[in-house]
């Protein structure tokens, strides 16, 4: 739902319109064009998007050959119901199984992220025959009514998770590094592991259905778990007989220099979900991977959802030109700068004592802010944001041409550009970012 701001004054309360996409940045411009890592605001002023908008443009901005792509389809034929075979749609589920962790046989479509592990977790609850789904404290699944409840971000989502539905079947698990006291990653993989399986034996192993996770925690701060954790979850997983679905929606298309994070972790999961990065954000598309066992499941007891929009041609159009795009260019690329990133960004941890930590992998990372007086954040992110100094640095870094995204309110910020990026703009983006940080503390 895009809601233009009104310029005017309201007359009234009713006519109010919230700028939506505003709520982290008062200061955000209005955009009107872009050019891979650059985008512009109406009065020709440049930007460099190292948010990728809500980490999803891994292409860039107006990348020909998916814009052509898309306006080929659209000639040929715009729209073909979910129900129906579309010659597009089913070059992408091959293309799409290609690339995927082997362990993936299968693809249904979905429109976005929270109905694709919507989609998910139904699935699995219906073929695992169980209602609990384990996820995280500090991650964030989507905005229906089922994902609400299994996000677990309740400083960005508190709106958002007031309407959670099914919180009776969601368990959470502590965020990781944040929950554990660990003298080594080797310790906190472990802590972390044990932890989960004390979660199971005490939910009942047959009650679980699933374990939804992020590999890399996306906009709760760009976590990475410690070495070694996936594949204790993955052991656990099989020991006790659950199921491991990966949202992917952040972590897929490069972002984290694999194809998909799982990759990067070297974890095979049982269902994984993907949107945002397949089109390049360009129109919307998203969908579930699964397992073969999961497939034949699939395609002897159906699993019909029916969303009208669900694999659009556009969308599949997009995504078979957005993955050419990588094939062909970005995810060498991103491969490539990504260590530049890492240093740049690691090296602010030992110039300013406010940045008490990066973390990251690929071209997702974030930087965490506290107060050096008292080892903690400067405002707490649930109460208010009045005095936020993140958001000072997000707008002293936008007033010089650097857009970035915020994570968790008042603690950290995100970093995250398209798959394009070139050292160069990263030392540029990084630069009006180290200004910022000197102008707002
Ligand atoms: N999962 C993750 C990890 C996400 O970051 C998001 C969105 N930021 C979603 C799911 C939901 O995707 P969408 O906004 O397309 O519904």
Redesign the pocket.
Known sequence: MAIEQVDDEPESAAKTIPHWYSADNDDVPTLVDGDGVEVFDADGRAYLDFQSQ??CVNAGHSNQRIIDAIADQLARIPYVSSGKHNDTRNELVTRLLEVAPESMSQTLFSI??????EAAVMLAREYADAPKVLTRWR??????YG?ASLTGDTDTSSYIQSHAAMTGNAKFLPPIPAAFDAESPDELAEQAANHLEFVIRNEGPDSIAAILT?IVA??SGGFTAPPGYFERVRELCDEYDILLIA?E???GFGRTGEWFGAQSEGVQPDLM?F??GVTSSYV?L?GVMMNAAIADYVAEEGFDIGQTFAGHPVGCAAGLAAMDVYEDELLENARSVAPHLESRLTALEERFDVVSSVHGRGLLWGVEFTDPETGEPFVDPRVSDADNPVKSVLSAAGENGAIFGMGRPGIQLLVSPPLCVTETEIDEAVDILENAIETAF
């Open positions: 809500l980490y976005s992220g929270s109905e694709a592990n991650s964030y699944h989507g905005a229906t994902t992020e996306g906009s949202d929606v952040i972590t979900t949107a945002k919307p998203a």
